[in-house]
């Protein structure tokens, strides 16, 4: 992916969202007169994002999940902040979502796809959705299925869809891509597990949500 391309996506669509709690917030966007870069000012949000806040925790715990469901319900504030401009994200994972200990705040937007402008690389294949597998359109219900499986995978550990092995850092090309197979067949056909069957701390409200994100 050209990286000064997806810099200036997200930059076209910090620009046109608007100032909200729950989505960061853009201060400037240019080309730097000395290197010819194109760079970008983003909101410092004090604290880590949900991937990096997850890995200090086991299974979660009824309280973790009270917190877990605080940050949906900030996560789906700036979701529809961001559809009535007309932006999917497009690329919402926990390495995407910025929190403390009270909040949390989307991220990243060098995938959304924006009224007027070029569409934009994918996002990671894990959370798409089945209508937007192998180049499939991506919409805003795309982005609530992402809401889905990134909150399975907080919830539970694990991912809602998979391939035969989950970690391909030492497969062959050959592997990836069969592993890659495996998982777009998984997405486009699988029917996971309740995550309160995994994790019985899961609070019914936050079960029936992630339910409701993957349907």
Same mark, same amino acid.
């Given at each position: 992916?050209?990286?000064?391309?997806?810099?200036? #996506? =997200?930059?076209?669509?910090?620009?046109?969202?608007?100032?909200?709690?729950?989505?960061? =917030? +853009? &201060?400037?966007? $240019?080309?730097?007169?000395? !290197?010819? %870069?194109?760079?970008?000012?983003?909101?410092?949000? =004090?604290?880590?994002? /949900?991937? =990096?806040?997850?890995?200090?925790?086991?299974?979660? !715990? %009824?309280?973790?999940?009270?917190?877990?469901?605080?940050?949906? %319900?900030?996560?789906?504030?700036?979701?529809?902040?961001?559809?009535?401009?007309? +932006?999917v994200h497009g690329? /919402?994972?926990?390495? $995407?979502?910025?929190? #403390?200990?009270?909040?949390?705040?989307?991220?990243?937007?060098?995938?959304?796809? +924006?009224?007027?402008?070029?569409?934009?690389?994918?996002?990671?294949?894990? &959370?798409?959705?089945?209508?937007? /597998?192998?180049?499939?359109?991506?919409?805003?219900?795309?982005?609530? *299925?992402?809401?889905g499986v990134l909150? &399975?995978?907080?919830?539970?550990?694990?991912?809602?869809?998979?391939?035969?092995?989950?970690? *391909?850092?030492?497969?062959?090309?050959?592997?990836?891509? %069969? &592993?890659?197979?495996?998982?777009?067949?998984?997405?486009? #056909?699988?029917?996971?597990?309740?995550?309160?069957?995994?994790?019985?701390?899961?609070?019914?409200? /936050?079960?029936?949500?992630?339910?409701?994100?993957?349907?």
């Open positions: 992916r050209n990286l000064d391309a997806i810099a200036r #996506n =997200e930059a076209i669509a910090l620009t046109r969202v608007g100032r909200h709690p729950c989505v960061a =917030e +853009i &201060y400037d966007a $240019n080309v730097d007169g000395e !290197t010819g %870069r194109f760079f970008i000012a983003e909101e410092y949000v =004090e604290g880590e994002n /949900l991937a =990096e806040r997850l890995k200090s925790m086991d299974l979660l !715990t %009824r309280s973790d999940c009270g917190r877990l469901m605080t940050y949906a %319900r900030d996560i789906l504030s700036g979701l529809r902040h961001l559809h009535r401009q007309g +932006i690329d /919402l994972k926990l390495e $995407n979502i910025l929190v #403390n200990k009270k909040h949390a705040k989307i991220t990243d937007f060098g995938s959304s796809i +924006i009224p007027g402008s070029a569409p934009a690389s994918p996002g990671a294949l894990r &959370y798409l959705p089945p209508e937007s /597998l192998d180049g499939g359109k991506r919409t805003s219900a795309g982005d609530i *299925w992402q809401l909150l &399975y995978r907080a919830t539970t550990g694990t991912y809602p869809f998979n391939s035969s092995k989950d970690d *391909w850092t030492r497969a062959t090309d050959g592997e990836r891509k %069969r &592993y890659r197979q495996e998982l777009k067949h998984s997405i486009a #056909n699988g029917h996971p597990l309740r995550p309160q069957r995994l994790n019985p701390h899961i609070p019914m409200r /936050l079960d029936e949500l992630i339910d409701a994100c993957l349907r």
